[in-house]
């Protein structure tokens, strides 16, 4: 069993940045693969970046803006989010799961999520 709690959101406006962070229970994090997704008012949650043991994995919408690292050793995943926009506004979740997938149901454990609004 894995509990995940995601910190770091709120509001900021446009080209800002924000870093998220999942703080993870358990001594297993380290097997697992830490994911972040994204889930705007009366749109599906969408992939947005996930983290394992052979490298990071980004959707094209957030490449080269966002940034996901691991501190294995603090059971902590993190989500820096550079010149951010309006359209990145939703609530972010993390979750763990075994495989780098960009599906949400096939990661096994979620945070509660936290909110990011970009303002214009």
């Known amino acids: 069993q894995v509990q995940l709690v995601e910190s770091g959101g709120g509001l900021v406006q446009a080209g800002g940045s924000l870093r998220l962070s999942c703080a993870a229970s358990?001594?297993?994090?380290?097997?697992?693969?830490m994911g972040w997704f994204r889930q705007a008012p009366g749109k599906e949650r969408e992939f947005v970046s996930s983290?394992?043991?052979?490298?990071?994995y980004y959707a094209d919408s957030v490449k080269g803006r966002f940034t996901i690292s691991r501190v294995n050793g603090r059971n902590t995943a993190y989500l820096q989010m550079n010149s951010l926009k309006p359209e990145d506004t939703a609530v972010y979740y993390c979750?763990?799961?075994?495989?780098?997938?960009?599906?949400?149901?096939?990661?096994?454990?979620w945070g509660q999520g936290t909110q990011v609004t970009v303002s214009s």
């Open positions: 983290i394992n043991w052979s490298g990071e």
């Open positions: 358990g001594r297993t994090f380290s097997s697992y693969v």
């Open positions: 979750a763990a799961g075994r495989s780098s997938a960009t599906s949400p149901h096939l990661y096994d454990y």
